[in-house]
């Protein structure tokens, strides 16, 4: 069964690193999320990439944060630089445009310290 | 406006015993769909079910069942004879489409979640 792969699954750094997430969606699936997901909540939606373009990053803290998805494929997200406030996992999840069922890889938790 | 609401922040049960978490939800479209997922402790989210707005049939899969009601806005799921393996944290989410036709795929929230522990 096809997954979505996310690397690294766990990533400690100092405050002020930069840090990269990588995501490889499910193949075919047209639309990628990034999500972050602080411990004792729910996922909140970073950015929203539909094929390479970006369709919603209206949460993403763009100071620091970025997201690129070149090939319309898979997809890295980069905080630089890294804040305490960032510890929290880190979820990838693909779609196809016509439903809205996204299928989630497990996840990059990430500590800051 | 979106909402999803989980009012349920920790549930603990006894194994064998059967379970409801309620979901209550807000928006104003008239198609929108309707998600529930599985956090186990490995962190993943596992895709549970998915609904739309104009299916109130309930559903019913091996001891999973889901208690769909647009009256009530509500989107309640209940596990029957609850196992040690059904803990995890489980969030309901909402999900609606962007533009007039799909053409940004989709908008979802979710809830905080409802911790569940099933005791042996």
């Known amino acids: 069964e096809a997954e979505v792969a996310q690397s690294p699954r766990y990533k400690i750094t100092e405050k002020s690193q930069a840090v990269a997430f990588w995501c490889d969606p499910i193949?075919?699936?047209?639309?990628l999320y990034w999500y972050r997901q602080i411990l004792g909540q729910g996922p909140e939606l970073l950015v929203q990439?539909?094929?390479?373009?970006?369709?919603?990053d209206s949460q993403l803290p763009k100071d620091r944060f970025s997201a690129e998805r070149l090939k319309g494929v898979d997809s890295t997200l980069k905080i630089q630089p890294a804040e305490l406030g960032d510890s929290a996992m880190y979820l990838c999840a693909s779609g196809t445009a016509l439903t809205d069922t996204q299928y989630f890889g497990p996840g990059t938790r990430l500590t800051v310290l | 406006a979106q909402k999803v609401t989980q009012a349920q922040t920790e549930i603990s049960v006894v194994e064998k015993e059967d379970v409801t978490l309620d979901c209550v939800y807000e928006t104003r479209d008239t198609t929108y769909y309707l998600f529930w997922y599985k956090q186990p402790p490995s962190g993943e989210l596992v895709f549970l079910i998915r609904?739309?707005?104009?299916?109130?049939q309930n559903e019913i899969s091996g001891r999973y069942s889901w208690n769909f009601q647009k009256s009530t806005s509500s989107f309640n799921f209940t596990i029957t004879a609850s196992q040690v393996v059904d803990s995890a944290v489980y969030f309901c989410a909402l999900s609606e489409a962007r533009g007039v036709y799909n053409t940004g795929g989709f908008k979802t929230i979710f809830g905080a979640g409802t911790r569940l522990f099933v005791k042996a």
């Open positions: 609904r739309n707005s104009f299916d109130e």
């Open positions: 990439f539909q094929d390479e373009s970006v369709v919603d």
């Open positions: 193949s075919g699936h047209a639309t």
